[in-house]
T-cell receptor
Framework: AQRVTQPEKLLSVFKGAPVELKCNYS??????LFWYVQYSRQRLQLLLR??SRESIKGFTADLNKGETSFHLKKPFAQEEDSAMYYC???????????????FGTGTRLTIIP | DTAVSQTPKYLVTQMGNDKSIKCEQN?????MYWYKQDSKKFLKIMFS???????INETVPNRFSPKSPDKAHLNLHINSLELGDSAVYFC???????????????FGSGTRLTVV
C-alpha cells in the first residue's frame, strides 16, 4: 500500500541547531515526493520537490530510494522555521489528470529561541 | 490576485444545517481537489475533479457533494452537518500537462468549519 510516514509528531530544536524532519514512504512505482509547510493559520505552501533538488529557505531533502526516505534538513534552525511540515507522495492513478497527493501526518517543528 | 481562493474563511453553523464552501482558481489548472485537515492536523484527500469530471472520491459520507460548474471552480456542499465535520477544508489545484505534473499543488487558505 502507498503510504507516507512521518514518525515525529512534534520536534523542538534550539535556534542555530541542525534540523532533520524524517519522512519515509512506501510506493511500488517511481515516487514523486514533496515537502509542504504550513505556518500558523496559513495555507499549505510547497517547500521542496525532490525532482528539482533545490534548496529553499536553507532546507534540502534528498530522495534515498534504498531507504525509501525523503528527510528534510537544515543546518541551522531559525525561529521563523517554526511551522507544521508535511511530507507528500504523489500517486498516479491513471494517465491523464488522475493523481493525488498523499500526505504524512505532519511534524510540528518548534524552534526554541 | 489570489491564485486559489476559498470562501468563506470561517464558517460556524449548527448541527443539521446545510452549508457550501466555494473554491475558485485563476491559474488555468485542470484539476482541483478538496482536502480535509482534522483537529490533529491530519490531511486527507476527499475529492478531485479534472475538467469538471469527478476523478477521485475517497470514502466520504454522501452528505458531502462536490460540484464543478467549470474547471476553475469546485464547490463543496455539505448536508446535515455533524459535529465531526468540524475541520479545516482546503481546496487545491494542479496542472495535468506531463512536464508540469511534477509540480506540486497550489492550495487555498482554507475554510475553518465549526459545527456546534
Amino acid at each position: 500500500a502507498q503510504r507516507v510516514t512521518q514518525p515525529e509528531k512534534l520536534l523542538s530544536v534550539f535556534k542555530g541547531a541542525p534540523v532533520e524532519l524524517k519522512c519515509n514512504y512506501s510506493y511500488s512505482g517511481s515516487p514523486e515526493l514533496f515537502w509542504y509547510v504550513q505556518y500558523s493559520r496559513q495555507r499549505l505552501q510547497l517547500l521542496l520537490r525532490h525532482i528539482s533538488r533545490e534548496s529553499i529557505k536553507g532546507f534540502t531533502a534528498d530522495l534515498n530510494k534504498g531507504e525509501t526516505s525523503f528527510h528534510l534538513k537544515k543546518p541551522f534552525a531559525q525561529e521563523e522555521d517554526s511551522a507544521m511540515y508535511y511530507c507528500a507522495l504523489k500517486l498516479t492513478i491513471s494517465n491523464f489528470g488522475n493523481e493525488k497527493l498523499t500526505f504524512g501526518t505532519g511534524t510540528r517543528l518548534t524552534i526554541i529561541p | 490576485d489570489t491564485a486559489v481562493s476559498q470562501t468563506p474563511k470561517y464558517l460556524v453553523t449548527q448541527m443539521g444545517n446545510d452549508k457550501s464552501i466555494k473554491c475558485e482558481q485563476n491559474l488555468g489548472h485542470d484539476t482541483m481537489y478538496w482536502y480535509k485537515q482534522d483537529s490533529k492536523k491530519f490531511l486527507k484527500i476527499m475529492f478531485s475533479y479534472n475538467n469538471k469530471e469527478l476523478i477521485i472520491n475517497e470514502t466520504v459520507p454522501n452528505r458531502f457533494s462536490p460540484k464543478s460548474p467549470d474547471k476553475a471552480h469546485l464547490n463543496l456542499h455539505i448536508n446535515s452537518l455533524e459535529l465531526g465535520d468540524s475541520a479545516v477544508y482546503f481546496c487545491a489545484s494542479s496542472r495535468n500537462w506531463s512536464r508540469e505534473r511534477r509540480y506540486g499543488y497550489t492550495f487555498g487558505s482554507g475554510t475553518r468549519l465549526t459545527v456546534v
